[in-house]
């Protein structure tokens, strides 16, 4: 079974093990040992340096920790979508450079 990468609410991280066909979706909280984790991408399948026009990809200029975006470990927002990426610049009032 494949290890998927967590973050707790105190930013501490764990990878826990789930069949695929089990697997919680990206930003779904989970509950293990009384510890709430939630879950994100893996440093390994979002490079930084992602192109912009490929998605999904961890977002440099947006603030940590943005609401309605999942983080990676370091708490960079991720963004999923073109429309994912629209909704949270409407969201936020933020606008593409």
Request: charged share 20%; glycine share 8%.
């Amino acid at each position: 079974m494949p290890m998927y990468p967590f973050v707790n609410e105190s930013g501490g991280t764990a990878e826990f093990f789930y069949s695929m066909s089990e697997a919680p979706s990206i930003g779904v909280t989970v509950e293990v040992d009384g510890c709430r984790w939630t879950r994100v991408v893996s440093d390994f399948t979002v490079d930084p340096g992602t192109n912009r026009y490929q998605y999904p990809y961890v977002s440099n200029a947006l603030p940590r920790k943005l609401e309605g975006c999942p983080t990676n470990a370091q708490g960079k927002p991720i963004i999923m979508s073109r429309r994912h990426e629209r909704n949270i610049a409407a969201k936020h009032g933020y606008a593409k450079d």
